[in-house]
C-alpha cells in the first residue's frame, strides 16, 4: 500500500476506523452498516465516503468500489467473556457470524490487505478455524495483534485484537510505536455534568462499599466501574487511563460526597476522537457508537505500520 490508499469500512459504526485511516493519509471510499443510526453519523463525519445501510450477509459487493485496504470490526458481543454464548446468550451466534461477510467481501475484491477488530476472544470462535481457513484459501496469511489503546496515546486501557490479512508469503508482523500513557484527568471535568449525593435513599449497598474502598485508596475523587467488576473493588485514580468505554453507562466519577456518570463528551475524548466529531445529543445513543467503536489512534498506527512494511 503505497500513496494514498483506498479504503473501506464493513461495520463502520461510529467512523472510529475510517478516522484512523485518515489519519493515516488514506482515503475511505466506501463504508457500510446495518445501523441507520450509525450510518447518519458517519455521513456526517465522512461527507466524502459513499454508505450503504444493509446487513452486510446481504450486501452486493460487486456495488463496492475497489480498494487497496478493507477494514473490518464485525460483531463482538457475541465473543465476548461478559455477553457471549457461555454466559447464557445463544442469541448471539447470529452475532458472530458477521465476520463470513468479511470472507464474501475479500472473495470478490481481493484487496492487498484487511485489517479486523475484535475482541482477543475471536480466535477462540468455534468457527475461527473455519473462518481462518477460508482467509488463506483466498490467498491471504494472518497476522494477530493483541494491543491496548493506552500503549497509543489513548486515555484508556482497551485491550483489542487486531487481525491483519495479507495477500504475502509470510504474515506481516507490524512494528508499532508504544506511546506515553495519558490519564483520565486529561479528559474529566469535575464542573461538569449532573452529580448526586453519594448517602441518598436508593443507593445500592455494593456502589457504597466501592466508594468506601476507593477512599481508603485513592482520596476525595477517583473513579469507579458502577457496576461489574472492572477495577475490583477499589476504582482506580485519575492518573492512569480509564478502564474500557462500554455501550452502556459504566463509569462514575467520585468527588467527595458527589458522584456522577461519565458524560458522552468525556467518554469520545476517552476513545480518542477528534474533539470536533459529531456525535448524537441523546445520552444513550452516543454512548452506544463510543462503546462500539474502534479508537481512531489504534486504526491509524496499525495502517501506517502496514504501509511502512509493505
Avoid at 30 to 41: K, R, S, T
Avoid at 51 to 79: F, K, S
Avoid at 161 to 182: E, N
Avoid at 282 to 305: E, F, K, W, Y
Amino acid at each position: 500500500m503505497n500513496g494514498t490508499a483506498e479504503v473501506v469500512d464493513l461495520f463502520a459504526g461510529a467512523g472510529g476506523f475510517s478516522t484512523g485511516a485518515l489519519m493515516a493519509g488514506c482515503r475511505v471510499v466506501w463504508a457500510g452498516n446495518h445501523w441507520p443510526v450509525a450510518v447518519e453519523w458517519h455521513r456526517r463525519n465522512h461527507p466524502a465516503t459513499n454508505h450503504l445501510c444493509q446487513d452486510l450477509h446481504q450486501a452486493n459487493w460487486e456495488l463496492v468500489p475497489g480498494h487497496d485496504l478493507m477494514l473490518a470490526a464485525p460483531c463482538c458481543q457475541g465473543h465476548s467473556k461478559a455477553r457471549g454464548k457461555a454466559s447464557g446468550n445463544p442469541g448471539h451466534d447470529a452475532s458472530r457470524s458477521t465476520a463470513w461477510a468479511v470472507v464474501s467481501a475479500a472473495e470478490f475484491h481481493r484487496p492487498e490487505g484487511i485489517v479486523l477488530e475484535n475482541v482477543p476472544e475471536f480466535t477462540r470462535w468455534a468457527l475461527y478455524p473455519a473462518w481462518l481457513q477460508a482467509m488463506q484459501a483466498l490467498g491471504y496469511t494472518a497476522s494477530p495483534h493483541i494491543i491496548d489503546s493506552a500503549d497509543h496515546g489513548v486515555p484508556q486501557h482497551r485491550v483489542r485484537l487486531y487481525l491483519v490479512l495479507t495477500r504475502s508469503k509470510a504474515p506481516l508482523l507490524l512494528r508499532l510505536p508504544k506511546r506515553a500513557h495519558v490519564p483520565a484527568s486529561s479528559f474529566l471535568d469535575w464542573n461538569a455534568g449532573r452529580w448526586s449525593p453519594i448517602d441518598k435513599p436508593g443507593r445500592s449497598p455494593r456502589t457504597l462499599a466501592r466508594v468506601q474502598r476507593g477512599r481508603q485508596k485513592h482520596g476525595a475523587r477517583f473513579i469507579m466501574p458502577y457496576y461489574g467488576h472492572g477495577s475490583g473493588l477499589t476504582g482506580r485514580c485519575t492518573s492512569r487511563p480509564i478502564g474500557t468505554i462500554t455501550t452502556l453507562d459504566r463509569w462514575a466519577l467520585v468527588d467527595g460526597d458527589r458522584m456522577r456518570m461519565l458524560r458522552a463528551p468525556e467518554a469520545q475524548a476517552a476513545m480518542a476522537f477528534p474533539a470536533d466529531y459529531h456525535l448524537p445529543s441523546q445520552h444513550r445513543t452516543a454512548m452506544h457508537l463510543l462503546g462500539n467503536a474502534v479508537c481512531p489512534p489504534v486504526a491509524r498506527d496499525v495502517i501506517q505500520s502496514m504501509k511502512e512494511a509493505a
